[in-house]
Structures are given as structure tokens and as C-alpha cells.
């Protein structure tokens, strides 16, 4: 099974925040999305997602 892929970013004037693709046993993935709260990861939504591609500037990088 694949590892989760996260994106950890930073809002201007706002909290740290992540998007997390995380694998599921039938196959497709479930994108959840998180906030940095000081002490923790907190979920602010999920839902799920057929295919996942990571895009740079050379092409794809993973997912394809």
C-alpha cells in the first residue's frame, strides 16, 4: 500500500494548515484537510478522491 502524502503550508495570517491524501483499501485515496491549532492537527473536513498526481515543473512526480 502506498504512504499518505501530505502538504503542509502556510496561510498568510493564518494558522498552519496541512492536506493530507491518505490511501484506502479499495484503491482511491481520501483527502482529508487539517489545522495546526498550537498543540495539535485538528480535521477540518475530508472526503474522498479517485486519483491522486503530484505536478512539477518537469512533469509528474509521483502518482501517475
Known sequence: MTDAIDIRYQPAGGPLRKVSFRPR????????????????????????????????????AIGE
Open 25 to 60: 483499501s479499495d484503491g482511491g485515496w481520501l483527502r482529508v484537510t487539517l489545522e495546526w491549532n498550537g498543540c495539535q492537527w485538528r480535521e477540518t473536513g475530508c472526503e474522498s478522491v479517485d486519483e491522486v498526481a503530484l505536478e512539477c515543473t518537469g512533469g509528474v
